[in-house]
């Protein structure tokens, strides 16, 4: 075995059960949001109820996961209006994170589904334009079976402490670094 390989983690001996996890994908680097969407699919193959609420993203985007979500029957919920350093109006921006945060809350407590993805929902937490309390006694008072996603960079601490899973991504390189456009069919 050579000195480079990875640590062995062996699981603790005592195993606790809970009804739900909560998951934080964040950091600066690509596949927050990819990520989520690798668990959707495993949630969809059994035969979970899932929803996905975005909170950049504009509507008037057509991205390939949202077609296939949906073509798999995956409730899809886009309440962006673009990346914010593109917003005309940063007042309209907040407003339309505030309505996104309201839907999402609902979502959380209806109990309708066993996965929620809360898509780049650390964006206007950091912003303050959704109240990062709010979102964490709601993420604590959820659903009990409902699991939940949440990426973004810059994930706030209260976040992060609360979460059961974080994960964060380093971008070590990337192709937009030097000139290359996003891809369709890679990147959206």
Known sequence: MSSDALPVHHPPRE???????????????????????GTLMRSVARGWPVCVVQFMKS??????????ARRLGVTWLTHGDGFTWES????????IAREAWRIASQVLASGEYRLVILDEVTYPMNYGWVD????IEALRSRFATTNVICTG????????????TVTEMRNVKHAYQTGVRARRGIDF
């Not at 195993?15 to 969407?37: E, H, M, P, Q, W």
């Open 15 to 37: 195993r606790r059960n809970v009804d739900s996890l909560l998951i934080v994908n964040t950091g600066d680097g690509k596949g927050k949001s990819t990520a989520a969407f």
């Open 59 to 68: 509507g008037q985007w057509r991205v390939g996961e949202a077609e296939v």
């Open 88 to 95: 005309d109006d940063l007042d309209r921006s907040a407003g």
């Open 132 to 135: 990062t309390a709010a979102v």
């Open 153 to 164: 960079r810059n994930a706030p601490a209260e976040l992060v402490d609360l979460a059961d």
